[in-house]
């Protein structure tokens, strides 16, 4: 029974650990539009990117970039 109670603890785990991939920094509509034509313009270049965002990271960019439009989905 405790393998039963194991596996569900397991599966809550799973769960979390995915919703942690997803970004966990809300952006507003007119920095998702921001972030979206200064990558058109510059690639992959987050520090770019945040430099034009006040108060963001490259960090925080990478993460919202590749849990929106990650194409490994």
């Known amino acids: 029974m405790a393998d039963i109670d194991h596996s569900s603890d397991n599966a809550s785990a799973d769960s979390t650990e995915k919703?942690?991939?997803?970004?966990d920094?809300?952006?507003?509509?007119?920095?998702?539009?921001?972030i979206a034509m200064v990558y058109n313009l510059v690639g992959e270049r987050w520090s770019l990117i945040a430099g034009r965002?006040?108060?963001?990271?490259?960090?925080?960019?990478e993460k919202?970039?590749?849990?929106?439009?990650?194409t490994s989905q």
């Open 53 to 61: 965002i006040p108060g963001r990271t490259a960090e925080e960019i």
């Open 19 to 23: 919703s942690c991939q997803t970004s």
């Open 25 to 34: 920094v809300e952006f507003s509509e007119a920095e998702e539009i921001l």
């Open 64 to 70: 919202y970039w590749t849990s929106r439009y990650s």
